[in-house]
């Protein structure tokens, strides 16, 4: 039909249907997404380009794309007029997957907390992002993220903290590594650890560490002379 029918005969549903049937075509997967792409070409509605654009992005994951999953979600997300918070977030968390770390540190970093300070995941994958930019976490780049994942949590009722806790204790963590190893600050180290077990105070080898980090350090043998 599409070979013998003239271009404006051609629906932007038409194409839609044709990468519905390419995507369940073993082989003919990749396909999908070049059909998708014409559907979003030739429809004019914003909501229905935005509708294919989130189906494209669907498909791209399903194909193990990230790269284009991610592309897909940001020129929805750009190009709808009133996104929503759970499309931001995807579109981070596609960046995020997909290792573009600038640009999933410049959605959860700054316009996801800006605009839903209220929210959890902002700073929480603001920090992830972080230690993904220093595996080695020499740097320090995540502390301040996750010093301000912290400040939110303080904030919140115990009932909400209670259902946040591994992610309090995963940033405490995070800095008394750094402040223990990295900065050899351990004063500044054992308060976060001091922290961990007022959350879970079963966390023997925590309380371990601390005493450990509260012994003097050793000095140097005299050498003889």
Not at 80 to 102: E, H, I, R, V
Not at 174 to 196: F, T
Request: glycine residues 4%.
């Amino acid at each position: 039909f599409l070979a013998k029918a003239a271009a404006e005969e051609i629906l932007p549903t038409d194409y839609e249907e044709l990468a519905n049937i390419a995507a369940k075509t073993a082989g003919s997967e990749s396909e999908a997404l070049t059909y998708i792409q014409q559907a979003i070409d030739a429809d004019t509605a914003v909501a229905n380009k935005v509708k294919f654009i989130n189906k494209a992005a669907d498909l791209a994951k399903k194909l193990g794309d990230r790269e284009q999953e991610a592309r897909f979600l940001g020129v929805a997300y750009r190009l709808d007029p009133d996104p929503s918070q759970t499309a931001l977030y995807y579109w981070g968390m596609a960046n995020y997957q997909a290792k573009n770390l600038q640009q999933a540190d410049s959605i959860f970093c700054n316009v996801y907390q800006t605009k839903y300070p209220g929210e959890i995941y902002g700073y929480l994958w603001c920090a992830r992002t972080a230690v993904l930019k220093d595996t080695t976490l020499q740097q320090g780049v995540h502390i301040d993220p996750y010093k301000r994942l912290v400040s939110y949590t303080d904030t919140l009722p115990d009932s909400t903290r209670t259902k946040f806790k591994n992610f309090i204790i995963e940033s405490h963590t995070y800095i008394a590594q750094y402040y223990a190893n990295v900065a050899k600050q351990n004063d500044s180290a054992i308060a976060s650890l001091e922290k961990i077990l007022e959350i879970d105070p079963t966390k023997t080898e925590i309380a371990a560490v601390i005493e450990q980090l509260k012994k003097p350090a050793k000095q140097p043998a005299a050498s003889s002379t």
